[in-house]
């Protein structure tokens, strides 16, 4: 597609739930990250993939956060047991580039999916 | 570690009229910079950057920015502004190396009057 795409757009779960969101990047683009946007913040970097390779889980705040993307297209993030402090708007971003590139090439973000824990 | 800052919340300016948006930024090495733009229940969208060359770098939508060294800012401006730019906008940095991670700021909401 044109853009990166994020679904479902809204989701409400309850405590204890898991819930899965889904990001579908650029075609082509080789690094895919997730941030997590806390009401009236910035957006905070949860992980990152080149391909299918997970370099960079650092900013996952629990193991109950998983993310994947098997096949080096569309990426998973996975939350198990959820809480009600989970409650954010997930992002996804793509660029073309990976590992040695410069960070010069631009991150493009999908409209993100809003999840409320109740 | 690095760390942006974004020291007003809201900047209100009547259209037409020149804004600014301030970012001042904290990184070892050289850094990489970036604004971005967030309209209501939207992702954000890519305005500019600096990497490296001229202190001026020109953007998206008219918008440009100042790289500067000394005071580790890099202020977003445009000389008149338009109601359409109403909107949050992010100051963001990364350092590069193996995971491009973006730092962003806390935001800056731009209210422009008619």
């Known amino acids: 597609g044109a853009g990166v795409s994020q679904s479902p757009r809204y989701k409400v779960a309850k405590r204890g739930q898991d819930v899965a969101l889904r990001c579908d990047p650029i075609s082509g683009h080789v690094s895919l990250f997730w941030y997590q946007q806390a009401l009236g913040q910035g957006p905070e970097f949860l992980t990152y993939f080149q391909n299918e390779a997970q370099l960079d889980k650092s900013g996952l705040p629990s193991d109950r956060f998983f993310a994947e993307r098997p096949e080096g297209s569309v990426s998973t993030l996975k939350i198990q047991r959820t809480q009600q402090e989970d409650s954010a708007v997930y992002l996804c971003?793509?660029?073309?580039?990976?590992?040695?590139?410069?960070?010069?090439?631009?991150?493009?973000f999908g409209d993100g999916t809003r999840l409320s824990i109740l | 570690a690095q760390s942006v800052a974004q020291p007003e919340d809201q900047v209100n300016v009547a259209e037409g009229n020149p804004l600014t948006v301030k970012c001042t930024y904290s990184?070892?090495?050289?850094?990489?910079l970036f604004w971005y733009v967030q309209y209501p229940n939207r992702g954000l969208q890519f305005l500019l950057k600096y990497i490296t060359g001229d202190n001026l770098v020109k953007g998206s939508y008219g918008f440009e920015a100042e790289f500067n060294k000394s005071q580790t800012s890099f202020h977003l401006k445009k000389p008149s502004a338009l109601v359409s730019d109403s909107a949050l906008y992010f100051c963001a940095v990364s350092r590069g190396g193996a995971t491009n991670k973006l730092i962003f700021g806390t935001g800056t909401l731009l209210a422009v009057q008619p």
């Open positions: 990184v070892s090495g050289n850094p990489y």
């Open positions: 971003a793509s660029s073309f580039g990976g590992q040695g590139a410069r960070g010069n090439q631009p991150q493009h």
